[in-house]
């Protein structure tokens, strides 16, 4: 079987981001975005995706996170594209509900190549670790765009900010490695494709 790999780099006047990645990885993650808790969060999910990967960010943080979040979610969604290739053989679909201390977080992956995101945040307070919360909305919304994910995220119920966007990363990855998985022969769709 062909290792699913891919590298996508991409620089703006606002920032310069690096990405590499394999799907067939060990969950191994080095991570540096200039947004520690950005870091952490995404070296979790790489642990629970089983992925490996490679990500640098040199964005304008003296305005906010803003562009540096939004910028790293499309480069890892076009990495996460370009190593699905065809989507031969996938699971397709994936679920993950993943409990931080008080935070519950439920997590649903299509890989169906028609992009879209349900985010229900109600839960989460309106700065999380100095930023407002609707930078991780417009990060999982650049993700689910460029890999071509319907991606449903729902913060069930909790307090701390930290918790539960944890346990939606922890999900993410935990379904998105389910989905990725190599299952079956062929493309899975009755359609005979993926698009």
């Avoid at 981001?17 to 540096?32: R, S």
């Avoid at 995404?42 to 562009?67: M, N, S």
């Amino acid at each position: 079987m062909s290792t699913r790999t891919a590298r996508y780099d991409r620089a703006t006047k606002e920032t310069s981001v690096e990405v590499a990645l394999n799907l067939d990885g060990t969950g191994k993650a080095e991570v540096a975005t200039g947004v520690g808790f950005a870091d952490h969060m995404l070296t979790l999910f790489a642990f629970w995706a089983r992925l490996d990967l490679t990500l640098t960010c040199r964005g304008d943080l003296e305005v906010d996170a803003h562009h540096s979040l939004e910028d790293v979610g499309l480069c890892l969604g076009q990495a996460l594209a370009d190593a699905l290739g065809d989507k031969s053989g996938i699971a397709r679909i994936g679920l993950a509900r993943v409990p931080m201390d008080e935070a519950l977080t439920e997590v649903v992956v299509d890989i169906s190549g028609r992009p879209y995101l349900v985010y229900e945040d109600g839960p989460v307070p309106a700065v999380v670790a100095g930023d407002e919360k609707d930078v991780w909305r417009e990060f999982f919304k650049s993700v689910a765009q460029r890999a071509g994910l319907n991606l449903h995220i729902n913060f069930l119920y909790g307090r701390n900010g930290h918790h539960l966007l944890e346990s939606a990363f922890k999900g993410f990855g935990l379904a998105l490695g389910q989905a990725a998985a190599r299952t079956r022969d062929g493309v899975p769709s009755t359609k005979g494709s993926l698009d």
